[in-house]
Nanobody, 123 residues
């Protein structure tokens, strides 16, 4: 049974930082591309950042570029999202997901999802 478990969310002031973690089990983690998505109330789930199976390639939305860093540790079956310079508009539930398709930004290409962790940025 595949499980993705996010942690690290919380309440932070604008300009602050958070580090999200996603621990995977039940799959051969090193063969999956991983993505971080967010979903604000009333909005669609959108990709924030993605990383290839090896970690050699990454993708960021324009909003995340320069502020967020995605990384992975295949020995620990864990993917991370370091979020700096947080803004109120970053407030959302953040999900990690695994895809058997090499680095993709399409939400429908992801096979497995975590339960999400809430990130709230106050102004």
């Amino acid at each position: 049974q595949v499980q993705l478990v996010e942690s690290g969310g919380g309440l932070v002031q604008a300009g602050g930082s958070l580090r999200l973690s996603c621990a995977a089990s039940g799959l051969t983690f090193s063969t999956y591309a991983m993505g971080w998505f967010h979903q604000a109330p009333g909005k669609e789930r959108e990709i924030v950042a993605g990383i290839s199976w090896s970690g050699g390639r990454t993708y960021y939305t324009d909003s995340a570029k320069g502020r967020f860093t995605i990384s992975r540790d295949n020995a620990k079956n864990t993917v991370y999202l370091q979020m700096n310079s947080l803004k109120p508009e970053d407030t959302a539930v953040y999900y990690c997901a695994a895809s058997s398709i090499p680095l993709t930004i399409n939400v429908y290409d992801y096979d497995y999802w975590g339960q999400g962790t809430q990130v709230t940025v106050s102004s």
